[in-house]
């Protein structure tokens, strides 16, 4: 297996982590718009489209680096675009994205299997929490809040990034975009 980056790996994440940076522009607006009526813990459920760059590229690119290279660049993106969260997207943007890579690197980026892309973003969603809990939600009870508020991001990120990501990365393999990509040969599969 061949970890070198070519030229068109970095395009193609990073087309990918900008694409995803305006979604986060637009999924922010929705998450402090119509979604800030959900209460808190139940808005948590739709928290996994924040990771699916870090899942999507690993499972596109398929070399070490290409989960936190694409969630760093959306997040880098999303930031530049003027994020409510503001600067301090620039420090959770790579610790959600090392999260990811993480689950891969558990893996030494071998298997982009269907299991691999869900503990990426499970791993992912928990170091998102995680951050949450200790920048925005200190005052709360990690017993009656944090336990149940991670639960349901990590669930979320699991089945909108994990499954999400696999489910992109299918439909854009079909599209014939992926063809000098391992990812248009070997799908994810479980």
Known sequence: MNNRWRTVDI??????????????????????????????????????MWLVPGVLG???????GAAFFTLTVAALVSVA???????????????????????????AYRSYRLP????????AGLAAAVYDMLVWYVGNSWTSFGIPYI??????????AGLGGVALTR???????LDRFPAARTRPTV
């Open 11 to 48: 395009v193609v994440a990073a087309v990918l982590g900008v694409a995803f940076g305006v979604i986060f522009w637009a999924w922010g607006v929705l998450w402090n718009g119509p979604a800030e009526a959900i209460p808190l813990p139940g808005r948590a459920a739709i928290y996994g």
């Open 58 to 64: 690993a499972l596109v690119v398929r070399k070490p």
């Open 171 to 177: 439909a854009l393999a079909d599209t014939g975009v």
């Open 81 to 107: 675009l003027g994020t409510s969260w503001g600067w301090t997207i620039v420090v959770q943007g790579p610790l959600e994205a090392l999260g990811a890579e993480l689950g891969f690197a558990l893996f």
């Open 151 to 160: 639960a349901i991001v990590v669930v979320s990120s699991v089945v909108i």
């Open 116 to 123: 691999v892309a869900l503990l990426s973003a499970a791993l």
